[in-house]
């Protein structure tokens, strides 16, 4: 094992005129939930469109998972207590890393058919975050002092990646040609990100951040991650200073990319749950609705009520349908419609499947949400 000493400082000279000029739009979004999961994240993303992630379910156990045209499967490192899914490759090998039972951390590598465990020499704890086409695998490690480190394993032979004079290292992402991405703290606990190509280190931070986190880059050397500025976390693409901020998010964390310039990541909602994404640019905003309604079910027999329905994508002339059928509906905001169910549509009970129309020749729809009317006490 080396440890990688090569650097060059580069802080770029990125004055506050930069940030009034950062691009803002030219994306739209769609929201990634595991099925019934109570928090989902997604970290990774191949060129074909496979994401992987974690998810919690209502239990508070996490799991990893890989999604393919939208298709779902769980995975968890055996006899885990917990494992956490990362980054994705075009083989569609993850890696993460899991909790065993005696609480202790190691990475892991799927590769599509079976597990195996990732274990830098000594430490005390293994995670792995990033891999690309070859098979080389980047992550952290905690030493037998609690400090972390980056490293990068290739071929089973690990090596350490440790900015010069940093309180802590971590790789975070690498791309077919061998370059890394990752974080580092300073003595003041400041964070700041770098990019590793062939050993020489290379510090950045994004346009008025006060912490800059790449978490991933793709073979055009683009990198995508997360700054905070005085207010929140956004999303960040670094070529063309771009901001990825989910619509009405708390905040907003960037994960991967790639180059079909397909961001993936998670957000938090208002209600402080996360959720997954994926961010295409060029491409329409379509309506979508959370499952933040309110109510969120209701007692057969009560009559007619409004239902708010909260969701990205609306414009003034959105429609709810009810089973297919068109309500009227008040346009509040691009996140918010009030619709009006008639008495007829809760008179029974009955599993209602709810869709947002938003005008114009094309028409689009959102997903398809289930209301549930149950059955009402007994007289």
Same mark, same amino acid.
């Given at each position: ?13 990125? *004055? ?20 019934? !999961? =109570? ?9 074909? #469109? ?37 980054? *994705?490759? /075009? ?24 597990? %195996? ?31 972390? $480190?980056?490293?990068?394993?290739? +071929? ?14 971590? !790789? ?26 062939? #050993?020489?280190?290379?510090? =950045?931070?994004?346009?008025? !951040? ?23 976390? $956004? ?12 619509? +009405?998010?708390?905040?907003? =964390? #960037? =994960? ?5 310039? /397909? ?11 996360? $959720?997954?994404?994926? !961010? ?6 379509? &309506? ?23 969701? *990205? ?12 059928? &068109? ?6 905001? %691009? ?6 169910? /008639? ?5 029974? &009970? ?9 005008? +114009?020749?094309? +028409? ?14 007994? &007289?």
């Amino acid at each position: 094992m080396r440890v990688r000493h090569t650097f060059v400082l580069i802080m770029l000279a990125l *004055i506050m005129s930069a940030v009034s000029a950062t691009a803002q739009s030219g994306y739209s979004y769609t929201t990634i939930d595991y099925p019934a !999961a =109570f928090n989902t994240g997604v970290f990774g993303i191949n060129k074909s #469109g496979q994401t992987s992630g974690t998810y919690f379910g209502n239990d508070g156990v996490a799991h990893a998972f890989i999604c393919t045209s939208g298709k779902f499967t769980s995975l968890d490192f055996p006899k885990a207590s917990r494992t956490f899914g990362f980054g *994705i490759n /075009e083989a569609a090998w993850i890696v993460g890393y899991y909790i065993d039972p005696d609480n202790k951390i190691h990475g892991f590598l799927h590769d599509a058919e079976n597990f %195996s465990a990732l274990n830098y020499p000594n430490a005390v704890a293994t995670r792995a975050y990033g891999l690309n086409a070859s098979g080389q695998i980047v992550g952290s490690y905690q030493d037998e002092k609690n400090v972390t $480190h980056g490293y990068l394993n290739q +071929g089973g032979k690990f090596t350490s990646i440790d900015y010069p004079n940093a309180a802590r290292t971590e !790789a975070f992402g690498i791309n077919n040609a061998g370059v890394i991405v990752g974080n580092y703290s300073d003595d003041s606990g400041t964070i700041h990100g770098f990019v590793d190509k062939a #050993g020489v280190l290379t510090s =950045f931070d994004f346009p008025g !951040a006060q912490r800059t986190n790449p978490y991933g880059v793709n073979e055009s050397g683009q990198i995508v991650g997360s700054f905070s500025d005085h207010n929140k976390n $956004h999303g960040f693409i670094n070529s063309g200073n771009v901001h990825i901020n989910y619509p +009405g998010a708390l905040s907003t =964390f #960037g =994960f991967a990319f790639n180059d079909s310039a /397909e961001v993936v990541g998670q957000y938090v909602d208002e209600d402080s749950v996360d $959720h997954g994404f994926l !961010a295409v640019k060029g491409k329409e905003q379509a &309506p979508q609705i959370s499952l933040r309604l309110d109510p969120d079910n209701i007692t057969s027999g009560v009559g007619a009520f409004k239902l708010t329905v909260r969701g *990205i994508g609306f414009v003034p002339g959105s429609i709810l349908q009810w089973n297919g059928m &068109p309500r009227s509906t008040m346009f509040q905001d %691009s996140s918010h419609l009030i619709a009006n169910i /008639e008495a007829t549509d809760v008179a029974t &009970p009955n599993v209602a499947s709810l869709v947002v129309v938003n005008p +114009g020749p094309n +028409g689009s729809k959102s997903n398809a949400v289930a209301f549930v009317v149950h059955t009402g006490p007994t &007289p």
